[in-house]
């Protein structure tokens, strides 16, 4: 009997509910093929918008430059760029791979792009003839003056200062210099400067401090620092009066609380614009005693149903979220079991089949209760940890 392409086999074995499904429909050739089977994210651009919105109230109209750093935090750095591109609140992209910058300005983005990561002299020149911003904290003076001659136009630049965070950027005790040097030579514009402060209130106080006493040093000598920015997301909730001229929030925008209780604080409504699912692709029973998971990690206490879904640690659920970690059936919370593997989550049904294979299973979305932030909060994980590690393989479905 020939079969058609939509055709359900099934097959019940041992108590066990199985059925093989072949691909529903194939996406454009902008999202790749997959099967109804692999999980997606889905993009809410509606939300990102209305986030933007929300900061742009929150901070009196200042402009934004956005941080879609590391796959713009799960959502896709193109689909990102895209969206913010065309809102006007939004004063640039912010980047921290040479790569992603010339991704974006492959992919048609017309927005100042800052490059905060990373590049030699050969990067560098690259980085200005794409009309990419770099952010500077060395004397490359020189290179950038090399380059502007050969583009036959000043180079634009944003000055990172380390005020006590570590990681990159001039120390402020030695930043006066290095900015008087740059602002001296005519083939160089400093845009902007800026600093990132380390979430610690009270040390933030005194990171703070050192920016202004630069800016005021500078200023006495008549050189300009630019548009000053420091605040990310985080501290558009801790930190108002580091807004400056300029704030530099990523998560806020994707619709993300950085830290638990700023949810409480009723400063800006954000809205999670992206979510992670997939389908439940094997149901069963299982019978008092017996396991499931390396290890024998989970041994049933009683009889009870089963549903395996086909995503794992791999597509960036986290590996500890069987410790109180669940996934959404049918707008039921199921406890996940054992420990998540690479590819596949088991969950916890119950003594009825309430889930059946087919059935959408949702990891984290836009629902109250079912927020990325609750998601990790019941896996042990940070919000940070659980959306910028999903896999940037994986489909991304725009819905509204």
């Known amino acids: 009997m020939k079969i058609s392409r939509r055709s359900l086999f099934s097959n019940t074995l041992a108590g066990a509910a199985m059925t093989f499904v072949t691909p529903a429909r194939t996406v454009s050739a902008s999202e790749g093929s997959y099967s109804t089977f692999d999980p997606w994210v889905e993009i809410r651009p509606d939300h990102v918008r209305h986030n933007v919105a929300q900061v742009r109230d929150q901070v009196d109209g200042r402009p934004i430059l956005a941080v879609i750093k590391n796959n713009a935090y799960g959502m896709g750095l193109t689909n990102m760029g895209r969206i913010l591109d065309s809102e006007s609140a939004i004063a640039g992209l912010a980047v921290v791979k040479l790569s992603e910058a010339i991704e974006l300005r492959d992919a048609g983005i017309t927005k100042p792009i800052l490059l905060m990561g990373p590049f030699d002299e050969l990067g560098l020149e690259e980085v200005v003839m794409r009309d990419v911003i770099p952010m500077v904290y060395t004397p490359i003076g020189d290179a950038l003056e090399k380059i502007a001659a050969k583009r036959q136009s000043s180079v634009p630049i944003t000055v990172c200062v380390d005020t006590g965070m570590g990681r990159v950027g001039v120390p402020h005790q030695r930043a006066a210099a290095l900015i008087a040097d740059l602002a001296a030579r005519p083939a160089i514009n400093i845009k902007a400067s800026m600093m990132a402060l380390n979430e610690d209130a009270e040390y933030e106080r005194i990171q703070f401090r050192r920016f202004e006493q630069l800016h005021d040093k500078l200023q006495a000598s008549g050189i300009s620092m630019g548009l000053r920015h420091a605040a990310s997301s985080y501290n558009l909730f801790q930190s108002q009066y580091a807004y400056l001229d300029m704030v530099r929030p990523g998560m806020a925008l994707f619709g993300h609380y950085s830290a638990p209780r700023f949810r409480d604080?009723?400063?800006?409504?954000?809205?999670?614009?992206?979510?992670?699912?997939?389908?439940?692709?094997?149901?069963?029973?299982i019978e008092k005693g017996d396991t499931a998971g390396y290890h024998t990690a989970y041994t049933a206490e009683k009889d009870v149903w089963t549903?395996?879904?086909?995503?794992?640690?791999?597509?960036?659920?986290?590996?500890?979220?069987?410790?109180?970690?669940?996934?959404?059936?049918?707008?039921?919370?199921?406890?996940?079991?054992?420990?998540?593997?690479?590819?596949?989550?088991?969950?916890?049904?119950?003594?009825?089949?309430?889930?059946?294979?087919?059935?959408?299973?949702?990891y984290f979305d836009w629902r109250d209760g079912s927020r990325p932030e609750d998601a990790s909060a019941a896996s042990g994980?940070?919000?940070?940890?659980?959306?910028?590690?999903?896999?940037?393989?994986l489909p991304k479905r725009i819905v509204s």
């Open 265 to 285: 604080q009723n400063l800006m409504d954000l809205r999670p614009s992206m979510s992670l699912k997939a389908r439940v692709i094997y149901v069963k029973h």
């Open 381 to 393: 994980v940070s919000v940070y940890d659980l959306i910028m590690h999903l896999n940037p393989t």
């Open 307 to 362: 549903a395996t879904i086909p995503a794992g640690h791999v597509d960036g659920v986290p590996r500890i979220a069987a410790n109180g970690g669940w996934v959404r059936i049918g707008g039921k919370h199921y406890p996940i079991i054992a420990a998540v593997s690479s590819s596949h989550t088991i969950v916890e049904v119950g003594a009825e089949q309430t889930v059946r294979i087919g059935d959408v299973a949702t």
